[in-house]
């Protein structure tokens, strides 16, 4: 870590009920864009965890020499820390966080549900990457950022200014991973997706929806860009979330007394 945490970046947790919530920020971004959903799920007296993932929340030299098996890693030692405290587990997660959200239930099948929210989850094509490690070849390693996709005026996500292109290619080998199994996904599904996205395309969503192998909803976000937990559709996700979390852990339980 070359820097230290931004204010208002950190890791957050809150301890409730019996029954947990992970929540798993985006690339380039951090916990900051899921406070306050975070927040509400706490509010509802689920036990909640939501980690900093390498990289991120610092400085965007941080984020450059980090990989999918550092996020992936990090993800999952969360969810067993949480896992170890709480009798039940849902996940959600926001764009990266979402893929993340994914191949966890990939390689969990107990997780009792997962809720996205704008996931990348279709592979890029080969073309994409290409035009990314050409970039790379000559010398780019860091391009503009894609953080901050908001609708709503005046709100702001606190990411990164920067996109690591090594970083991004490692991203994408870890969709693959993900978009090759979603079949293993038995779990109920919930995917929250904005009509208007400007960092992942709407197919991610309708990929998701049809390839899981349990059941899943999907929840159109009408109002919002890509960072939909800071935008106008907010108050909506935090609704469906926690709904959908007290439906298939049966409410957050009860604190042994």
């Known amino acids: 870590m ?23 920020h985006g690339f ?60 039940k587990v849902v996940v959600t997660g926001l764009s990266m966080g979402g893929t993340l959200t994914c191949w966890l239930a990939e390689h969990h099948p107990e997780i009792a549900g997962i809720a996205v929210v704008n996931p990348l989850i279709d592979p890029p094509t080969a073309e994409f990457r290409d035009g990314v490690r050409g970039l790379l070849d000559a010398g780019t390693e860091v391009i503009d950022g ?22 991004v290619l490692s991203l994408f080998e870890g969709v693959d991973e993900v978009f090759a199994k979603l079949g293993d996904i038995k779990c109920p599904t919930l995917v929250l997706s904005s009509r208007e996205d400007h960092v992942v395309a709407i197919e991610s969503g309708d990929v998701l929806e049809r390839s899981v192998g349990g059941p899943s909803e999907r929840v159109f976000l009408e109002r919002s860009y890509h960072v939909a937990t800071l935008d106008w559709d907010a108050p909506l996700i935090e609704e469906r979330v926690v709904g959908f979390a007290g439906e298939v852990l049966g409410g957050p339980g009860h604190a042994a007394s």
């Open 2 to 24: 070359t820097a230290p945490i931004i204010p208002g970046c950190e890791p957050w947790s809150s301890v409730g009920g019996p029954h947990g919530v992970l929540v798993l």
């Open 28 to 87: 380039t971004g951090n916990p900051q864009s899921m406070r306050p959903l975070a927040e509400a799920v706490a509010a509802a007296g689920f036990t909640v965890e939501m980690p900093l993932l390498p990289g991120h929340g610092t400085s965007v030299e941080d984020l450059v020499p980090t990989r999918w098996e550092d996020w992936s890693g990090a993800a999952e030692a969360a969810y067993r820390a949480l896992v170890g405290r709480c009798d």
């Open 146 to 167: 894609i953080g901050s996709d908001i609708a709503m005026e005046g709100a702001s996500e606190a990411a990164y200014q920067g996109t690591p292109l090594a970083a």
